[in-house]
């Protein structure tokens, strides 16, 4: 069974930096794409990034050119190294399998914007 951790979020202000990580178990989780998805406030849940398998990243034009998305298959772990962020990248941030899998979902990781 897998699972994923989520760590490294916290306040920051605006124009900073965070490093996030999500941390897996199980070998599903080096053969399957991999995603961050955010959720904040009164809004649905959407994909942030996602990487394949081998390393090809994609993001939602609002991130794109400021967070980096990146896995370590040795290490079960990606991370979403996220830059210059702004108050609207308030969330909590979770990853799972991209497509994500119900079951997959974990307890994610808040993330504040704010001076």
């Known amino acids: 069974q897998v699972r994923l951790v989520e760590s490294g979020g916290g306040l920051v202000q605006p124009g900073g930096s965070l490093r996030l990580s999500c941390a897996g178990s199980?070998?599903?989780?080096?053969?399957?794409?991999m995603g961050w998805y955010r959720q904040a406030p009164g809004k649905q849940r959407e994909l942030v990034a996602s990487?394949?398998?081998?390393?090809?990243?994609n993001y939602v034009d609002s991130v794109r050119d400021r967070f980096t998305i990146s896995r370590d298959n040795a290490k079960n772990t990606v991370y979403l190294q996220m830059n210059s962020v702004k108050p609207e990248d308030t969330a909590v941030y979770y990853c799972?399998?991209?497509?994500?899998?119900?079951?997959?979902w974990g307890q994610g990781t808040q993330v504040t914007v704010s001076s």
């Open positions: 199980g070998s599903i989780f080096r053969i399957n794409a």
């Open positions: 990487i394949t398998n081998g390393g090809s990243a």
């Open positions: 799972n399998l991209h497509p994500p899998l119900f079951a997959y």
